[in-house]
């Protein structure tokens, strides 16, 4: 079955960085999309950023020129490299994967961003 498995969150300093990976298994890799969105407390859930299989890359205008998403085919890995962090990225993550409309989530990662 498909699995994405996030890590990487945690506790940090404004200002401070963060690298969220999504381990995914049960798909070819390569051909999905990758996003990784976000759901603070009270709010929707988010994109954050994605990247297709093309590695066409688009952002959220909140963490433009702060957050970068990569991908490495080779270790079905989606990464979230975010810095400059700011209070109002406190969320958990999640990873997305999608495919032909066939889509599945992670558990999610909390990031925590005190002040």
């Known amino acids: 079955q498909v699995q994405l498995v996030e890590s990487g969150g945690g506790l940090v300093q404004a200002g401070g960085s963060l690298r969220l990976s999504c381990v995914a298994s049960g798909i070819i890799f390569s051909i999905n999309y990758m996003g990784w969105y976000r759901q603070a407390p009270g709010k929707q859930r988010e994109l954050v950023a994605a990247?297709?299989?093309?590695?066409?890359?688009n952002y959220a205008d909140s963490v433009k020129g702060r957050f970068t998403i990569s991908r490495d085919n080779a270790k079905n890995t989606v990464y979230l490299q975010m810095n400059s962090l700011k209070p109002e990225d406190t969320a958990v993550y999640y990873c997305?994967?999608?495919?032909?409309?066939?889509?599945?989530w992670g558990q999610g990662t909390q990031v925590t961003v005190s002040s």
């Open positions: 997305n994967r999608n495919w032909r409309g066939n889509s599945n």
């Open positions: 990247i297709t299989s093309g590695g066409r890359i």
